[in-house]
């Protein structure tokens, strides 16, 4: 079975500067994630989706953050204008669906360096 | 906002000692799950605890949830190299939107050959 996959693997931008970041989710799963991991601390949840409505975005900076999941499948999360504080590695990650205790599973990540 | 606190923060061990981590917090959760990651990887599930006093073995690592639901801790005996890594606590609250699990930050866990 497929894992999560994000892209890009790695990327470097400078402040001002606008990223996107795209996530396929494991097929058949309903609620989709994107976590914000600084280095030194724990996964952050930005948004979670549930199919394509948004469930829970309240800790995304929405002056600056964007994330859509158009068709409930693929999700792309932007960030623009980049600042040098959102250097950190953003995780995608994926469940059947929100019940409590579900199994999440998480990508790769997508590292970013704002310089 | 639900905090969950992990100690010690670093560890380092030579392989073969056992050692205990700790998750605490304030809150009441309805789960609480472990995590493992390596360096350049997404967290991994390890467990999933549901009942208050409950307590899950998986092979090494002894995995307990606290009377309350408010903690819980993570031993491992006769640690190897490969438990190398970092270890992630995440608890589901009640009063949350399910679903959505709050991480702490983690032990970073060193085993030395």
């Known amino acids: 079975e497929a894992g999560v996959a994000q892209s890009p693997r790695y990327k470097i931008i400078e402040k001002r500067q606008s990223v996107a970041f795209w996530c396929n989710p494991i097929?058949?799963?309903?609620?989709l994630y994107w976590y914000q991991q600084i280095l030194g601390q724990g996964p952050k949840l930005l948004i979670q989706?549930?199919?394509?409505?948004?469930?829970?975005d309240s800790q995304l900076p929405k002056d600056r953050f964007s994330a859509e999941r158009l068709k409930g499948v693929d999700s792309t999360l932007k960030i623009q204008p980049a600042k040098l504080e959102d250097s950190a590695v953003y995780l995608c990650?994926?469940?059947?669906?929100?019940?409590?205790?579900?199994?999440?599973?998480f990508g790769e990540g997508s590292w970013l360096t704002v310089v | 906002t639900q905090l969950l606190e992990q100690s010690p923060q670093f560890l380092s061990i030579q392989e073969g000692e056992n050692l205990t981590v700790y998750c605490n917090s304030s809150?009441?959760?309805?789960?609480l799950q472990w995590y493992r990651q390596e360096p350049g990887e997404g967290p991994v599930l390890l467990v999933t605890v549901v009942t208050g006093g409950e307590v899950k073995k998986l092979k090494r690592l002894t995995f307990q949830f606290g009377d309350a639901r408010k903690d819980s801790s993570l031993h491992i005996t006769a640690a190897q190299p490969g438990d190398t890594g970092l270890y992630l606590c995440a608890g589901v609250s009640r009063r949350t939107n399910a679903g959505k699990s709050t991480f702490g930050d983690g032990t970073t866990l060193t085993v030395k050959p």
């Open positions: 990650a994926s469940s059947l669906n929100r019940v409590s205790g579900n199994t999440i599973y």
């Open positions: 809150s009441v959760f309805s789960s």
């Open positions: 989706f549930q199919n394509n409505g948004v469930v829970d």
């Open positions: 097929s058949g799963h309903a609620t």
